[in-house]
């Protein structure tokens, strides 16, 4: 299946969503920058499993959702998702809040989804230290502290390099208007998620960058702790965006976690 974007109907909100790709689903939800598109990463996992990538309710050009008051709510609506869109039980990756909302799900349902790949995520409040206050920086500065080194980002000029045009400008206004509805209080965790985490029996992959500035990577080693079967990767000369700052690295370890898809059965091949 060639990507394309495609407007998907749940619960009355219409989801703007990237799809492409082949083999078994593998939902991608983003970080609170926003949906990034078809990018290099995503390229090179799409040549083995079917990418579904929504942008969430309240962001970008998908429908708003003022009834969502927190990351719970955005976990429960992509459980229906899955349903509304037919992806059974499809592998689950997340960034940053993203990651935060698969894990919900995962403590919710763990039977509804396959493998979790968790990136980054927010969710679990610092035994020390703090998840920095994206919403106290602008956005050029904040872009700063999220990555480690702009050089070494292969699709830097195509995603950063230029000044954001009008209508790109209150996209990201709307992003982070969301995104602050959704983590504000208590500012970016779950108190009680800790709690739920041990349900979770999904194999799981945990990927962080070592000079991550926003999140610090001791979370992951929370999460590797309250997760039964959880494995945790840390990139190093890597900050917030392993997908985008080491995108050929970050998509052989998700390949390599993730299980080959079945080949198709003479006369049935996959679309």
């Known amino acids: 299946m060639r990507p394309h974007e495609e407007t998907i109907s749940v619960g009355g909100i219409d989801v703007h969503a990237w799809i492409g790709g082949q083999g078994d689903p593998l939902l991608v939800l983003h970080g609170a920058g926003g949906n990034r598109g078809w990018t290099r990463w995503v390229q090179q996992v799409s040549e083995h499993f079917t990418v579904w990538a929504p942008t969430h309710p309240g962001f970008g050009r998908s429908g ?17 998702f899955i349903d509304a869109a037919g ?9 940053s809040i993203g990651g935060w909302t698969a894990a919900e799900m995962a403590a919710m349902s763990p039977p509804s989804i396959g493998r979790l790949v968790l990136v980054a995520p927010v969710g679990l409040k610092p035994e020390t230290g703090e998840i ?14 999220t ?10 000029d195509e995603l950063f390099g230029r000044k954001p045009t009008p209508p790109e400008l209150e996209i990201a206004t709307r992003n982070r208007e969301m995104a602050a509805r959704l983590t504000w209080k208590p500012y ?3 108190p009680r998620l800790a709690r739920f985490l041990p349900r979770v029996t999904n194999p799981t992959l945990i990927v962080w960058g070592r000079e991550d500035r926003i999140v610090p ?26 997908p985008i700052e080491q995108p050929d690295a970050f998509a052989r370890l998700v390949l390599d976690f993730l299980p080959a898809p079945l080949p198709a059965a003479p006369g049935h091949a996959r679309s």
């Open 64 to 80: 708003d959702a003022d009834w969502m008051e927190g990351i719970d709510d955005l976990a429960r609506f992509y459980l229906w």
């Open 87 to 95: 992806l059974g039980r499809p592998h689950v990756l997340g960034h």
């Open 132 to 145: 920095l206050d994206v919403f106290y920086y602008p956005p050029p500065q904040l872009l700063d502290l």
């Open 147 to 156: 990555v480690h080194d702009p050089k070494t980002i292969p699709e830097w």
């Open 188 to 190: 970016m965790h779950n």
């Open 217 to 242: 990577v001791e979370c992951g080693e929370q999460y590797r702790r309250l997760l039964p079967h959880a494995t945790l990767t840390v990139r190093e000369k890597c900050g917030h965006l392993p």
